[in-house]
């Protein structure tokens, strides 16, 4: 093989470009072309070098056989980038006067119904799209293993749920179930009543009511409302206290600042 290195002008200094000729073989007098770095780094295509230099050198009009810039595509280059910038900064006016199309995931385009302010128009309803989608079965699974931190980045206890929620299905915890109680509450103005078909606790893949959430059927007595009612005062309780105890601690330190105030200018009075 005979090689031939020289330095190359197009490229940043210290890099050569290096023309190998096969003298044998089927591929005789052909010739493969290497560039190298200047600490001597080889590459062999043109992609290889681009990922190398990054963003140091716009390469998009170099010929890596000759190792030279061609003119001609280095302005059809600048002629496109001229006509992009004049398109944007020009902008043209939509003169389209069909019905805007909404943007959904399906493969079909539905158009929008237009409606304005005169007072026998009525907004038509598709009674299949108001039907809520379905549910996956046992989505609060994908919550597994997920905890809540304060702003302390300590970890929040979780709450202790009443003995008579009792969960259903492969894997349910009381994690589990409390995420699913909790998104029901907040998501479904229906009632809560947990899944009352005893066939469940058989297969709950068939007869799950995905409107409910993973426990069993249970019941709210006056004696749970009672004690809950106790809780919600005992905590808006200790919120009062804290609460006036802060607004003391504000109006002792106003004070003080006053006192010490009024001292420093006797003190400029004396003298």
């Known amino acids: 093989m005979e090689k031939k290195r020289w330095d190359c002008s197009a490229l940043p200094k210290g890099w050569q470009i290096e023309e190998v000729t096969r003298k044998s073989g089927l591929s005789a007098g052909k010739s493969d072309v290497y560039y190298y770095s200047p600490t001597g780094k080889k590459f062999r295509s043109k992609p290889q070098l681009a990922r190398y230099l990054g963003n140091q050198m716009d390469l998009s009009s170099f010929d890596f056989r000759t190792g030279k810039m061609l ?37 079909f385009k539905q158009p929008v ?24 079965l046992f989505w609060e699974k994908k919550l597994g293993g997920l905890n809540a931190f304060d702003i302390a980045e300590e970890l929040v206890k979780t709450m202790d749920l009443p003995k008579g929620l009792q969960g259903v299905g492969p894997g349910c915890t009381d994690k589990t179930l409390l995420s699913a109680i ?15 078909s005893a066939a469940v606790e058989k297969n709950p893949g068939v007869w799950l009511n995905t409107t409910q959430p993973l426990c069993k ?11 809950q009612e106790e809780l919600v005062y005992s ?3 200790k919120l009062e206290e804290a609460l006036m ?12 600042q006053g006192d010490s105030l009024n001292e420093g200018n006797d003190d400029m009075e004396t003298v």
Do not use: C, W
């Open 235 to 237: 905590v808006r309780k």
């Open 245 to 256: 105890a802060d607004m003391l601690a504000h109006v002792q330190e106003a004070a003080s």
């Open 217 to 227: 059927a249970f019941i709210v007595t006056d004696e749970d409302i009672r004690k």
């Open 71 to 107: 003119m001609s595509k280095l302005n059809k280059n600048r002629q496109r980038l001229r006509y992009d910038v004049n398109n944007q900064t020009k902008g043209k006016p939509d003169l389209n006067t069909s019905l805007p199309v909404r943007q959904t995931a399906s493969i």
């Open 182 to 196: 909790a998104s029901a509450l907040h998501t479904s103005a229906a009632p809560i009543t947990g899944q009352l």
């Open 113 to 136: 119904t237009k409606v304005t302010n005169h007072p026998s128009n009525k907004v038509k309803t598709d009674p299949q799209k108001a039907v809520d989608q379905p549910k996956q």
